[in-house]
T-cell receptor
Framework: GNSVTQMEGPVTLSEEAFLTINCTYTATGYPSLFWYVQYPGEGLQLLLKATKADDKGSNKGFEATYRKETTSFHLEKGSVQVSDSAVYFCALSVGAGNMLTFGGGTRLMVKP | DAGVIQSPRHEVTEMGQEVTLRCKPISGHNSLFWYRQTMMRGLELLIYFNNNVPIDDSGMPEDRFSAKMPNASFSTLKIQPSEPRDSAVYFC???????????FGEGSRLTVL
């Protein structure tokens, strides 16, 4: 079956620190990979995605590279801001018509 | 463009009462999903529809939960009777067919006393 494993949080960083949130997956087939972000009191929204090996998704200073050899899709940002405090979900989908499989989410807290 | 619209945003009810949550997906999206989110269990998929037809309801906790999608622009999730352990945030999401991206509503926070 399909599954996504994320590092457990919370992750607490000071402003301008470097961020890495690890994500690994198992999939039957060739998945597309996603990172969603959930700000307090809101629903999830797509942050970035990658659809094939070695693709790099990027948005709002966040990046993640689809690594097929290590089945990973780690999220990185060079300098976090307080406004990045949120819960981050890694997810995969096999086939455009199939549902997303989400990881458990990682809470990020950025302190001024 | 309007996103996924859910109502009510907040509901507080007493155990045993019927609860109905509503969702209007984004026009043109063919798939609709209901999720439940709690601190203990995280994000759980309850049921999803393709072209208004339920495809997978294996995540529905028990017979007290039911979901319908009478047309492409409306879906309901009903809990009858409600119990305190149903307290959670319930999210509706619709999927853009060409990219597979999910668009979530802002959620309905349910508290069952």
């Amino acid at each position: 079956g399909n599954s996504v494993t994320q590092m457990e949080g919370p992750v607490t960083l000071s402003e301008e620190a470097f961020l890495t949130i690890n994500c690994t997956y198992t999939a039957t087939g060739y998945p597309s990979l996603f990172w969603y972000v959930q700000y307090p009191g809101e629903g999830l929204q797509l942050l970035l995605k990658a659809t094939k090996a070695d693709d790099k998704g990027s948005n709002k200073g966040f990046e993640a590279t689809y690594r097929k050899e290590t089945t990973s899709f780690h999220l990185e940002k060079g300098s976090v801001q307080v406004s990045d405090s949120a819960v981050y979900f890694c997810a995969l989908s096999v086939g455009a018509g199939n549902m997303l499989t989400f990881g458990g989410g990682t809470r990020l807290m950025v302190k001024p | 463009d309007a996103g996924v619209i859910q109502s009510p945003r907040h509901e507080v009810t007493e155990m045993g009462q019927e609860v109905t949550l509503r969702c209007k997906p984004i026009s043109g999206h063919n798939s609709l999903f209901w999720y439940r989110q709690t601190m203990m269990r995280g994000l759980e998929l309850l049921i999803y529809f393709n072209n208004n037809v339920p495809i997978d309801d294996s995540g529905m906790p028990e017979d007290r939960f039911s979901a319908k999608m009478p047309n492409a622009s409306f879906s309901t999730l009903k809990i009858q009777p409600s119990e305190p352990r149903d307290s959670a945030v319930y999210f509706c999401a619709s999927r853009r067919t060409d990219t597979g991206e999910l668009f979530f509503g802002e959620g309905s926070r349910l508290t069952v006393l």
